[in-house]
């Protein structure tokens, strides 16, 4: 079984920035995709962004392109989210999950087998 652990949440200024991590254990990463979501008081789980681990293929909510940056480290077996230029409506539990996939990204949390159990990110002043 795969698991799923996120760090890196925390209270930050507008403007600011923050390095999420998502450590993966018990499983290989090998043909899967690791994906971001986020989700705020009252709203719906977001996509934020997701990477497939064989090709390096990402894909970024419009929300954040421009802004965030989605990297692995295969041998610390971690994705990592940098968030930039973060806003207030950042704010959010965000989580990292997993699905098999060689190649394609998906946004879409039905898609996603694995979860951790989330961080929380505030942006305030």
């Known amino acids: 079984q795969l698991q799923l652990v996120e760090s890196g949440g925390g209270l930050v200024q507008p403007g600011g920035s923050l390095r999420l991590s998502c450590a993966a254990s018990g499983r290989t990463m090998v043909n899967r995709a690791i994906a971001w979501f986020r989700q705020a008081p009252g709203k719906e789980r977001e996509g934020v962004s997701c990477?497939?681990?064989?090709?390096?293929?990402?894909n970024y909510a419009d929300s954040v392109k421009g802004r965030f940056t989605i990297s692995r480290d295969d041998a610390a077996k971690t994705v990592y989210l940098q968030m930039n230029s973060l806003k207030p409506e950042d704010t959010a539990i965000y989580y990292c999950?997993?699905?098999?996939?060689?190649?394609?990204?998906?946004?879409?949390?039905?898609?996603?087998?694995?979860w951790g159990q989330g961080t929380q990110v505030t942006v305030s002043s």
């Open positions: 999950a997993a699905r098999v996939s060689y190649s394609r990204t998906s946004l879409l949390s039905d898609e996603y087998t694995n």
């Open positions: 990477i497939t681990i064989n090709t390096r293929t990402t």
